[in-house]
Protein backbone atom coordinates (compact mmCIF):
# COMPACT_ATOMS: atom_id res chain seq x y z
CA UNK A 1 0.00 0.00 0.00
CA UNK A 2 1.16 3.32 -1.30
CA UNK A 3 1.45 5.98 2.50
CA UNK A 4 0.43 9.20 1.92
CA UNK A 5 2.80 11.73 3.52
CA UNK A 6 0.68 11.86 6.95
CA UNK A 7 0.70 8.14 7.45
CA UNK A 8 4.48 7.93 6.70
CA UNK A 9 4.76 11.06 9.51
CA UNK A 10 2.42 9.24 11.74
CA UNK A 11 4.57 6.06 11.89
CA UNK A 12 8.09 7.78 12.01
CA UNK A 13 6.59 9.14 14.88
CA UNK A 14 5.11 6.02 16.15
CA UNK A 15 8.21 4.39 15.51
CA UNK A 16 10.42 6.80 17.19
CA UNK A 17 8.36 6.47 20.54
CA UNK A 18 8.17 3.14 20.84
CA UNK A 19 12.25 2.72 20.10
CA UNK A 20 12.53 5.41 23.00
CA UNK A 21 10.73 3.07 25.20
CA UNK A 22 12.11 -0.50 24.39
CA UNK A 23 15.38 1.01 24.64
CA UNK A 24 14.97 2.14 28.22
CA UNK A 25 13.12 -1.15 29.07
CA UNK A 26 15.60 -3.31 27.16
CA UNK A 27 18.76 -1.22 29.70
CA UNK A 28 16.30 -1.76 32.50
CA UNK A 29 15.82 -5.16 32.17
CA UNK A 30 19.60 -5.83 31.50
CA UNK A 31 20.65 -4.17 34.69
CA UNK A 32 17.85 -5.36 36.65
CA UNK A 33 19.76 -8.82 35.64
CA UNK A 34 23.14 -7.95 35.57
CA UNK A 35 22.60 -6.69 38.86
CA UNK A 36 21.27 -9.45 40.17
CA UNK A 37 23.89 -11.60 38.82
CA UNK A 38 26.89 -9.81 39.70
CA UNK A 39 25.55 -9.43 43.76
CA UNK A 40 25.13 -5.61 43.63
CA UNK A 41 21.43 -5.80 43.87
CA UNK A 42 20.42 -4.59 47.34
CA UNK A 43 16.97 -3.03 47.64
CA UNK A 44 16.91 -0.88 51.39
CA UNK A 45 13.94 1.36 52.69
CA UNK A 46 14.03 3.38 49.96
CA UNK A 47 12.86 1.10 47.23
CA UNK A 48 12.34 2.51 44.20
CA UNK A 49 15.29 4.78 44.84
CA UNK A 50 17.44 2.14 44.64
CA UNK A 51 15.92 0.47 41.31
CA UNK A 52 16.10 3.61 39.62
CA UNK A 53 20.18 3.85 41.20
CA UNK A 54 20.66 0.14 39.83
CA UNK A 55 18.94 1.46 36.23
CA UNK A 56 21.06 4.27 35.98
CA UNK A 57 24.02 4.19 37.74
CA UNK A 58 26.80 1.86 35.73
CA UNK A 59 29.10 1.47 38.30
CA UNK A 60 27.56 -0.71 39.95
CA UNK A 61 28.15 -3.11 37.61
CA UNK A 62 31.21 -4.44 35.81
CA UNK A 63 30.76 -5.90 31.93
CA UNK A 64 31.88 -9.78 31.14
CA UNK A 65 31.40 -11.30 28.02
CA UNK A 66 28.34 -13.35 29.05
CA UNK A 67 26.91 -9.91 30.04
CA UNK A 68 27.70 -8.62 26.63
CA UNK A 69 25.72 -11.51 25.40
CA UNK A 70 22.60 -10.46 27.71
CA UNK A 71 22.70 -7.25 26.61
CA UNK A 72 22.60 -8.19 22.67
CA UNK A 73 20.07 -10.90 23.23
CA UNK A 74 17.85 -8.79 25.19
CA UNK A 75 18.23 -5.73 22.32
CA UNK A 76 17.64 -8.37 19.77
CA UNK A 77 14.07 -9.00 21.37
CA UNK A 78 13.50 -5.12 22.01
CA UNK A 79 14.12 -4.84 17.87
CA UNK A 80 11.99 -7.62 17.15
CA UNK A 81 9.30 -6.74 19.67
CA UNK A 82 9.38 -2.79 17.77
CA UNK A 83 9.02 -4.51 14.19
CA UNK A 84 6.12 -6.05 15.11
CA UNK A 85 4.30 -2.83 16.81
CA UNK A 86 5.78 -0.85 13.64
CA UNK A 87 3.72 -3.88 11.46
CA UNK A 88 0.66 -3.38 13.80
CA UNK A 89 0.66 -0.05 13.48
CA UNK A 90 0.93 -0.60 9.48
CA UNK A 91 -1.75 -2.67 9.74
CA UNK A 92 -4.10 -0.58 11.71
CA UNK A 93 -3.33 2.52 9.22
CA UNK A 94 -4.28 -0.18 6.38
CA UNK A 95 -7.88 -1.32 8.20
CA UNK A 96 -8.76 2.46 8.76
CA UNK A 97 -8.16 3.09 5.05
CA UNK A 98 -9.88 0.20 4.03
CA UNK A 99 -12.91 1.26 6.06
CA UNK A 100 -12.68 4.29 4.69
CA UNK A 101 -13.09 2.76 0.86
CA UNK A 102 -16.02 0.48 2.20
CA UNK A 103 -17.65 4.20 3.99
CA UNK A 104 -17.02 5.70 0.64
CA UNK A 105 -18.97 2.87 -1.35
CA UNK A 106 -21.56 2.85 0.53
CA UNK A 107 -22.86 6.36 0.51
CA UNK A 108 -21.47 7.35 -2.77
CA UNK A 109 -22.51 3.84 -4.69
CA UNK A 110 -19.34 4.12 -6.05
CA UNK A 111 -18.61 0.46 -7.16
CA UNK A 112 -14.49 0.74 -8.35
CA UNK A 113 -12.91 -1.72 -7.56
CA UNK A 114 -10.30 -0.98 -4.04
CA UNK A 115 -7.06 -0.82 -5.25
CA UNK A 116 -4.59 -1.76 -2.47
CA UNK A 117 -1.61 -3.68 -1.66
CA UNK A 118 -0.64 -4.96 1.34
CA UNK A 119 2.17 -7.36 3.04
CA UNK A 120 -0.35 -8.46 5.37
CA UNK A 121 -2.26 -11.52 4.16
CA UNK A 122 -5.40 -11.17 6.52
CA UNK A 123 -5.57 -7.47 4.49
CA UNK A 124 -5.25 -8.07 1.02
CA UNK A 125 -7.75 -11.06 1.52
CA UNK A 126 -10.36 -8.50 3.02
CA UNK A 127 -9.75 -6.43 -0.37
CA UNK A 128 -10.30 -9.26 -2.26
CA UNK A 129 -13.59 -10.28 -0.49
CA UNK A 130 -15.28 -6.62 -0.57
CA UNK A 131 -13.75 -6.41 -4.32
CA UNK A 132 -15.84 -9.77 -4.84
CA UNK A 133 -19.06 -8.23 -2.93
CA UNK A 134 -18.65 -4.70 -5.05
CA UNK A 135 -18.58 -6.77 -8.12
CA UNK A 136 -21.38 -8.92 -6.88
CA UNK A 137 -23.24 -5.61 -6.42
CA UNK A 138 -22.69 -4.32 -9.29
CA UNK A 139 -23.72 -6.90 -11.22
CA UNK A 140 -27.41 -7.14 -9.33
CA UNK A 141 -27.69 -3.55 -10.20
CA UNK A 142 -26.99 -3.94 -13.59
CA UNK A 143 -29.35 -6.65 -13.75
CA UNK A 144 -32.11 -4.86 -12.02
CA UNK A 145 -31.18 -1.71 -14.35
CA UNK A 146 -32.11 -4.40 -17.43
CA UNK A 147 -34.53 -5.94 -16.19
CA UNK A 148 -36.32 -2.53 -15.86
CA UNK A 149 -35.36 -1.48 -19.35
CA UNK A 150 -36.96 -4.48 -20.88
CA UNK A 151 -40.27 -4.39 -18.47
CA UNK A 152 -40.55 -0.32 -19.77
CA UNK A 153 -39.85 -2.18 -23.64
CA UNK A 154 -42.29 -4.70 -22.94
CA UNK A 155 -45.41 -2.20 -21.57
CA UNK A 156 -44.20 -0.68 -25.02
CA UNK A 157 -44.34 -2.94 -27.54
CA UNK A 158 -47.55 -3.84 -25.48
CA UNK A 159 -49.32 -0.94 -25.77
CA UNK A 160 -48.31 -0.42 -29.42
CA UNK A 161 -49.18 -3.89 -30.72
CA UNK A 162 -52.52 -3.53 -28.46
CA UNK A 163 -53.34 -0.18 -29.79
CA UNK A 164 -53.29 -1.24 -33.49
CA UNK A 165 -56.54 -3.71 -33.58
CA UNK A 166 -58.05 -2.20 -30.75
CA UNK A 167 -58.08 1.21 -32.71
CA UNK A 168 -59.07 -0.93 -35.98
CA UNK A 169 -62.69 -2.33 -34.28
CA UNK A 170 -63.26 1.12 -32.49
CA UNK A 171 -63.10 2.60 -36.08
CA UNK A 172 -65.09 -0.10 -37.93
CA UNK A 173 -67.86 -0.30 -35.10
CA UNK A 174 -67.99 3.74 -34.55
CA UNK A 175 -68.60 3.50 -38.53
CA UNK A 176 -71.74 1.31 -37.91
CA UNK A 177 -73.19 3.74 -35.20
CA UNK A 178 -72.51 6.75 -37.20
CA UNK A 179 -74.20 5.39 -40.21
CA UNK A 180 -77.26 3.42 -39.09
CA UNK A 181 -78.56 3.09 -42.64
CA UNK A 182 -75.49 1.65 -43.79
CA UNK A 183 -76.56 -1.11 -46.78
CA UNK A 184 -75.99 -4.23 -45.26
CA UNK A 185 -73.90 -6.42 -47.44
CA UNK A 186 -70.78 -2.67 -45.81
CA UNK A 187 -72.44 -3.30 -42.22
CA UNK A 188 -71.66 -7.36 -42.27
CA UNK A 189 -68.02 -6.51 -43.93
CA UNK A 190 -67.30 -3.90 -41.54
CA UNK A 191 -68.22 -6.48 -38.43
CA UNK A 192 -66.20 -8.90 -39.80
CA UNK A 193 -63.31 -6.95 -39.40
CA UNK A 194 -63.97 -5.99 -36.53
CA UNK A 195 -64.80 -9.71 -34.95
CA UNK A 196 -61.07 -10.75 -36.94
CA UNK A 197 -59.28 -7.98 -35.48
CA UNK A 198 -60.80 -8.18 -31.78
CA UNK A 199 -59.87 -12.25 -32.29
CA UNK A 200 -56.41 -10.96 -32.90
CA UNK A 201 -56.48 -9.25 -29.74
CA UNK A 202 -57.80 -11.81 -27.72
CA UNK A 203 -54.70 -13.57 -29.48
CA UNK A 204 -52.28 -11.23 -28.42
CA UNK A 205 -53.72 -10.98 -24.89
CA UNK A 206 -53.38 -14.48 -24.49
CA UNK A 207 -49.93 -14.67 -25.91
CA UNK A 208 -49.05 -11.76 -23.06
CA UNK A 209 -50.25 -14.17 -20.15
CA UNK A 210 -48.42 -17.47 -21.52
CA UNK A 211 -45.01 -15.12 -21.65
CA UNK A 212 -45.84 -13.84 -18.03
CA UNK A 213 -45.98 -17.52 -17.05
CA UNK A 214 -42.81 -18.38 -18.46
CA UNK A 215 -41.05 -15.97 -16.40
CA UNK A 216 -41.57 -17.53 -13.24
CA UNK A 217 -39.43 -19.96 -11.99
CA UNK A 218 -41.60 -22.72 -12.48
CA UNK A 219 -43.99 -22.45 -9.31
CA UNK A 220 -47.07 -23.24 -11.73
CA UNK A 221 -45.71 -26.27 -13.13
CA UNK A 222 -47.79 -29.16 -13.29
CA UNK A 223 -44.97 -32.07 -13.68
CA UNK A 224 -45.75 -35.75 -14.90
CA UNK A 225 -44.63 -39.20 -16.39
CA UNK A 226 -45.11 -38.75 -20.43
CA UNK A 227 -43.68 -40.68 -23.49
CA UNK A 228 -42.43 -38.88 -26.57
CA UNK A 229 -43.04 -40.83 -29.58
CA UNK A 230 -47.24 -40.94 -27.94
CA UNK A 231 -46.90 -37.43 -28.01
CA UNK A 232 -44.94 -36.94 -31.39
CA UNK A 233 -47.79 -38.87 -32.60
CA UNK A 234 -50.47 -36.41 -31.04
CA UNK A 235 -48.39 -33.68 -32.23
CA UNK A 236 -48.56 -34.71 -35.79
CA UNK A 237 -52.48 -36.11 -35.89
CA UNK A 238 -53.40 -32.52 -34.43
CA UNK A 239 -51.71 -30.72 -37.40
CA UNK A 240 -52.61 -33.40 -39.98
CA UNK A 241 -55.62 -31.35 -41.46
CA UNK A 242 -52.95 -28.42 -42.21
CA UNK A 243 -49.98 -30.44 -43.28
CA UNK A 244 -52.53 -32.31 -45.66
CA UNK A 245 -53.63 -28.89 -47.33
CA UNK A 246 -49.85 -27.42 -47.85
CA UNK A 247 -48.41 -30.63 -49.30
CA UNK A 248 -46.31 -31.16 -46.31
CA UNK A 249 -45.53 -34.65 -44.43
CA UNK A 250 -44.87 -35.06 -41.11
CA UNK A 251 -42.88 -37.62 -39.20
CA UNK A 252 -41.58 -38.82 -36.29
CA UNK A 253 -38.14 -40.80 -34.71
CA UNK A 254 -37.19 -41.35 -31.55
CA UNK A 255 -34.47 -43.20 -30.58
CA UNK A 256 -34.49 -45.52 -28.43
CA UNK A 257 -38.04 -45.96 -29.53
CA UNK A 258 -39.64 -45.18 -25.60
CA UNK A 259 -38.37 -42.14 -24.45
CA UNK A 260 -39.79 -41.52 -21.01
CA UNK A 261 -39.38 -38.46 -19.24
CA UNK A 262 -40.86 -36.16 -16.43
CA UNK A 263 -42.42 -32.68 -17.76
CA UNK A 264 -45.06 -30.52 -18.00
CA UNK A 265 -47.13 -32.01 -20.68
CA UNK A 266 -49.59 -28.84 -21.44
CA UNK A 267 -46.15 -26.44 -21.63
CA UNK A 268 -44.31 -28.94 -23.88
CA UNK A 269 -47.49 -29.18 -26.04
CA UNK A 270 -47.28 -25.29 -26.44
CA UNK A 271 -43.95 -25.16 -26.86
CA UNK A 272 -43.92 -27.85 -29.87
CA UNK A 273 -46.84 -25.87 -30.98
CA UNK A 274 -45.08 -22.60 -31.30
CA UNK A 275 -42.10 -24.35 -33.33
CA UNK A 276 -44.45 -26.16 -35.65
CA UNK A 277 -46.87 -22.94 -36.25
CA UNK A 278 -43.78 -21.18 -37.03
CA UNK A 279 -42.50 -23.55 -39.73
CA UNK A 280 -45.84 -23.17 -41.33
CA UNK A 281 -45.86 -19.24 -41.10
CA UNK A 282 -42.37 -19.00 -42.55
CA UNK A 283 -41.36 -22.62 -43.92
CA UNK A 284 -43.81 -21.13 -46.83
CA UNK A 285 -44.42 -22.95 -50.67
CA UNK A 286 -40.68 -24.26 -50.21
CA UNK A 287 -41.27 -26.19 -46.95
CA UNK A 288 -41.97 -30.36 -47.83
CA UNK A 289 -41.23 -31.79 -44.69
CA UNK A 290 -41.56 -31.32 -40.96
CA UNK A 291 -39.64 -33.80 -39.11
CA UNK A 292 -40.10 -34.37 -35.19
CA UNK A 293 -36.81 -36.26 -33.69
CA UNK A 294 -35.69 -37.02 -30.28
CA UNK A 295 -32.69 -39.12 -28.99
CA UNK A 296 -31.47 -40.00 -25.56
CA UNK A 297 -28.29 -38.52 -23.86
CA UNK A 298 -27.89 -40.23 -20.79
CA UNK A 299 -29.38 -38.28 -17.99
CA UNK A 300 -31.22 -35.77 -21.25
CA UNK A 301 -33.27 -36.30 -24.16
CA UNK A 302 -32.53 -34.07 -27.44
CA UNK A 303 -35.56 -33.13 -29.64
CA UNK A 304 -35.48 -31.48 -32.84
CA UNK A 305 -38.09 -29.92 -35.05
CA UNK A 306 -36.95 -30.36 -38.55
CA UNK A 307 -37.96 -28.76 -41.94
CA UNK A 308 -36.88 -27.93 -45.31
CA UNK A 309 -37.97 -24.59 -46.11
CA UNK A 310 -36.81 -21.49 -46.28
CA UNK A 311 -33.14 -20.70 -44.60
CA UNK A 312 -33.17 -18.02 -41.79
CA UNK A 313 -31.02 -15.14 -42.48
CA UNK A 314 -27.83 -15.54 -40.36
CA UNK A 315 -28.39 -11.75 -38.94
CA UNK A 316 -31.89 -13.29 -37.56
CA UNK A 317 -30.36 -16.33 -35.23
CA UNK A 318 -29.27 -14.42 -32.33
CA UNK A 319 -32.65 -12.49 -32.26
CA UNK A 320 -35.16 -15.30 -32.75
CA UNK A 321 -36.15 -15.62 -29.26
CA UNK A 322 -36.31 -11.93 -28.33
CA UNK A 323 -39.67 -10.72 -27.45
CA UNK A 324 -41.71 -9.38 -30.56
CA UNK A 325 -39.47 -10.29 -32.91
CA UNK A 326 -40.01 -11.19 -36.46
CA UNK A 327 -37.73 -12.83 -39.27
CA UNK A 328 -40.56 -10.95 -41.71
CA UNK A 329 -39.83 -7.15 -41.42
CA UNK A 330 -41.31 -6.52 -44.47
CA UNK A 331 -44.92 -5.64 -43.24
CA UNK A 332 -46.22 -8.73 -44.97
CA UNK A 333 -49.45 -9.14 -43.92
CA UNK A 334 -50.21 -12.65 -44.23
CA UNK A 335 -47.76 -13.38 -41.64
CA UNK A 336 -49.88 -12.56 -38.30
CA UNK A 337 -48.71 -12.79 -34.57
CA UNK A 338 -47.44 -11.08 -31.76
CA UNK A 339 -43.64 -11.98 -32.35
CA UNK A 340 -43.76 -13.06 -28.84
CA UNK A 341 -44.05 -16.92 -29.78
CA UNK A 342 -40.41 -18.11 -29.56
CA UNK A 343 -39.72 -15.95 -26.33
CA UNK A 344 -42.43 -18.37 -25.09
CA UNK A 345 -41.21 -21.40 -26.46
CA UNK A 346 -37.72 -20.31 -24.97
CA UNK A 347 -38.91 -19.36 -21.44
CA UNK A 348 -41.13 -23.09 -21.11
CA UNK A 349 -37.68 -24.60 -22.00
CA UNK A 350 -35.49 -22.62 -19.04
CA UNK A 351 -38.88 -23.40 -16.87
CA UNK A 352 -37.75 -27.50 -17.82
CA UNK A 353 -33.92 -26.79 -16.67
CA UNK A 354 -33.48 -27.25 -20.23
CA UNK A 355 -31.70 -24.95 -23.57
CA UNK A 356 -32.99 -24.49 -26.73
CA UNK A 357 -30.95 -22.87 -30.38
CA UNK A 358 -31.27 -22.84 -34.20
CA UNK A 359 -29.54 -23.84 -36.81
CA UNK A 360 -30.31 -23.10 -40.55
CA UNK A 361 -28.67 -23.44 -43.86
CA UNK A 362 -29.97 -23.61 -46.87
CA UNK A 363 -31.33 -27.78 -46.83
CA UNK A 364 -32.72 -27.63 -43.16
CA UNK A 365 -33.95 -25.42 -40.81
CA UNK A 366 -33.62 -27.08 -36.94
CA UNK A 367 -34.53 -26.01 -33.66
CA UNK A 368 -33.01 -28.11 -31.15
CA UNK A 369 -34.06 -28.60 -27.31
CA UNK A 370 -32.25 -29.95 -24.87
CA UNK A 371 -33.95 -31.18 -21.65
CA UNK A 372 -33.76 -33.35 -18.96
CA UNK A 373 -35.19 -36.91 -18.33
CA UNK A 374 -36.30 -35.44 -14.91
CA UNK A 375 -37.31 -31.87 -15.64
CA UNK A 376 -38.75 -31.73 -11.70
CA UNK A 377 -35.73 -32.46 -10.19
CA UNK A 378 -34.79 -29.48 -7.51
CA UNK A 379 -38.04 -28.01 -8.19
CA UNK A 380 -40.35 -27.11 -4.95
CA UNK A 381 -43.43 -30.00 -4.23
CA UNK A 382 -46.01 -29.12 -2.85
Do not use: C
Not at 202 to 207: A, I, Q
Amino acid sequence: MKLTAKEILHLSFYGAAAAIVLLFLDWSVFSFFTAILSGNFRISRGGFYSLARITFNSHNFTFKNQQWWGFVAILLIGIVLWIFLLLREYQQLQLKRLSNEITRINNTNDNDQIKMTSIDPMVTNLVSQINQMTQAKQEILDTELDNEKKQQELVTNVSHDLRTPLTSIIGYLGLIESNPKLPEEQMRKHVSTAYSKAQQLVSMVEDLFSYSQTQTNGENMNFQPMEISEFFDQLIVQFSLDAHKHNITMSSLTNPDQIKIVADPEKLARLFMNLINNAFKYGKSAMTFIKLTAVKKDDRVEIRVQNDGEQIPKSSLNKLFDRFYRVDQSGNKDISGTGLGLAISQGIVKQHHGAIRVESNTQLTSFIIELPLDASLGMPRD
